[in-house]
């Protein structure tokens, strides 16, 4: 019953941001560019940026949220990711993009809140301020950007989604930002470098 009414909550919300969804924007990263480190307070209370992962070959960075159907839906999704890559030098690098003033429920202490809940394996960040999103041009809860490091700059080699259904994991039949990752791994570049990110809109003030 859970996942039945989550499909519908989750078909409502395509239906709705069906004509705003685009692969990708007329800002921020495209395949190709390199991205610029950050520095972003983690769920622990630190400051996490890229280049402290010293041994990493690139990242997995996903902007996602607490309060997004299509977010929560992928949760179990992002933390497989993570326990797959990691040890493979692609650890997940989570940021919650979204304004708070606007969607109280992603307030820094609900993150806290909803990565205990879910036991996150990896960093949960928040985007205090929205600086961060706009650089890399994501638009959608959750929102894919894979990084690979090519001497010392961080090369975005996949931007999209995770896989091919928001709905059902079952019934995945493309796990795009996998196809990725390994064809990285194998040292090639992704087959398919882009797919559209579909998902909840960034809440902000603006």
Excluded: W
């Excluded at 990242?59 to 933390?79: G, K, L, M, Q, W």
């Excluded at 975005?156 to 990285?184: C, F």
């Amino acid at each position: 019953m859970k996942t039945i009414k989550l499909v519908l909550v989750l078909c409502i919300f395509t239906f709705l941001t069906a004509f705003t969804i685009r692969t990708t924007t007329d800002y921020g990263y495209k395949v190709g560019d390199v991205a610029t480190d950050f520095s972003l307070k983690n769920i622990d209370d630190s400051m996490v940026s890229l280049s402290d992962f010293k041994k990493a070959k690139g990242f997995v960075v996903v902007f996602t949220c607490n309060t997004c159907p299509y977010s929560v839906a992928y949760e179990d999704r992002i933390i497989a990711l993570d326990k797959k890559y990691k040890s493979k030098g692609y650890p997940v690098i989570a940021i919650n993009p979204n304004d708070p003033e606007v969607s109280p429920n992603d307030s820094f202490d609900d993150m806290k809140v909803r990565a205990k809940e879910k036991g996150f394996t990896f960093p949960y960040l928040f985007d205090e301020g929205q600086k961060i999103y706009p650089q890399y041009g994501a638009t959608r809860t959750p929102h894919v950007y894979i990084l690979k490091k090519e001497n010392k700059k961080l090369r975005v080699a996949y931007i999209g989604a995770i896989d091919n259904n928001s709905h059902n994991p079952s019934s995945v039949t493309k796990k795009y930002a996998e196809d990725a990752l390994d064809a990285l791994l194998a040292g090639k570049k992704p087959t398919k470098a882009t797919s559209r990110a579909i998902g909840c809109t960034i809440k902000t003030v603006y």
